[in-house]
């Protein structure tokens, strides 16, 4: 089992950054890729970035235009979301998660094993 705790989400004005980040524990973090995805109210939840288990590796949904950065630091076991530019339409819950499949997979929602409970973002215009 691998336990996933989201932290650093609040309220931000349109143009501010944030900062999520997601704690894990149990197995070998650095055996996992790693994920943040987003459900906004009324939505379906998306992907937003994901990062290769050695950190060497990262993908980010192109709607995303660069603003978000994802890293992790291996040693801490934790996982990081940069997000600068912030815009109302970015308001949303955001989770991490963990997956022990491929690259080719981190866009799949499916190919996560493991999920943190959420951390609300709330973008104001």
């Known amino acids: 089992q691998v336990q996933l705790v989201e932290s650093g989400g609040g309220l931000v004005q349109a143009g501010g950054s944030l900062r999520l980040s997601c704690a894990a524990s149990?197995?070998?973090?650095?055996?996992?890729?790693m994920g943040w995805f987003r459900q906004a109210p009324g939505k379906e939840r998306k992907f937003v970035a994901a990062?290769?288990?050695?950190?060497?590796?990262?993908y980010s949904a192109d709607s995303m235009n660069g603003r978000f950065t994802i890293s992790r630091d291996n040693a801490k076991n934790t996982v990081y979301l940069q997000m600068g530019s912030l815009k109302p339409e970015d308001t949303a819950v955001y989770y991490c998660a963990a997956t022990a499949s491929g690259s080719g997979s981190y866009y799949q929602e499916y190919s996560y094993d493991y999920w943190g409970q959420g951390t609300q973002v709330t973008v104001s215009s």
């Open positions: 149990g197995r070998t973090f650095s055996n996992y890729g």
């Open positions: 990062i290769s288990r050695s950190g060497s590796s990262t």
